[in-house]
């Protein structure tokens, strides 16, 4: 079966970095768009952004555009979320996600998700 495994979580202060990746396996990893959503308490879960099937489109939101960048390894199926100048308004449950990577299609698997604590 589909999972996708999400690590790198921790607690940090803000102005620092950390890297998340998220290993999936069950699936064939080049067909997939790979997504990073987070979820802060008492807020609905958020889009962060997204990484193209072989790498060479990445979208983000405006709220990490600049701070973050989203990468893939195609040949380890990991897809990672490098996360610069922390703040504590990025604390947040990370998760990764997949979708084919055609027109209209749906997020449909989705990791356990990682723990990120930004301390002020």
């Known amino acids: 079966q589909v999972q996708l495994v999400e690590s790198g979580g921790g607690l940090v202060q803000a102005g620092d970095s950390l890297r998340l990746s998220c290993a999936a396996s069950g699936l064939t990893f080049t067909v997939y768009t790979l997504g990073w959503f987070r979820q802060a308490p008492g807020k609905e879960r958020e889009f962060v952004g997204d990484?193209?099937?072989?790498?060479?489109?990445?979208s983000y939101a405006d709220s990490v555009k600049g701070r973050f960048t989203i990468s893939r390894d195609n040949a380890k199926n990991t897809v990672y979320l490098q996360m610069n100048s922390l703040k504590p308004e990025d604390t947040a449950v990370y998760y990764c996600a997949a979708k084919l990577g055609v027109t209209g299609a749906s997020y449909n698997y989705w990791g356990q998700g990682t723990q990120v604590t930004v301390s002020s």
């Open positions: 990484i193209s099937r072989h790498g060479g489109s990445t």
